[in-house]
């Protein structure tokens, strides 16, 4: 597979939707999460991240401007236990609860599908990071409508064990802006990742369009201490 260019990719985009990215640094010490959301809407644009114990969620940022909560006020990003958990809906509750009952990612999102939104169907995309003595692993899901036909849902899982130093993963939901949006095809996109949490955000929020950009949140975590360094950026602050 082609290593891409995540700058590139971002710039060519003006409405990639929601990302996830998972890898890992170059020197192979950090496990490495980023998530960004975009908005069209006013009501889309009205957020910010904000952490909340380990993790983050969304909320408005003017209260008085949000119409409808239900697809847009969520946790992004929980922590359980050795698990990260990064989703672009409230399936990462779904996730941690499965998760939390021993049932494994793929388990806990089969009683899930893609989102509500005709007729675009968001596809539901979710990351897992797994770290354990040392050890790290990945895992990246989506569920789509099968070509726009809200009848059926397809159901992709992909599994990165023992992921390569300097590689990570980019899944995102709309393949372009759009109307309806058309959904993200193929699995993963291969990109670099540096070693610097500080550049790898600037990097991401600088090639996101400037217009459709919302927030960003990266995460490195030392695969050996487990030691958490978090950057959000927000474009309402």
Known sequence: MKMLSIEQELKSNSYPGRGIILGKSEDGTKAVAAYFIMGRSENSRNRVFVEEGQGIRTQAFDPSKLTDPSLIIYAPVRVLGNKTIVTNGDQTDTIYEGMDKQMTFEQSLRSREFEPDGPNYTPRISGIMHLENGTYNYAMSILKSNNGNPDACNRYTFAYENP????????????????????????????????????????????????NKVSLFVRYIDIATGDIETKIVNKNQ
């Open 164 to 211: 390569v130093a300097g590689e990570g993963h980019f899944i995102h939901t709309y393949m372009h802006d759009g109307n309806p949006l058309p959904s993200f095809e193929g699995e993963p996109k291969l990109i670099s990742v540096p070693n610097r949490i500080e550049e790898f955000t600037d990097l991401l929020w600088n090639s996101l369009n400037e217009e």
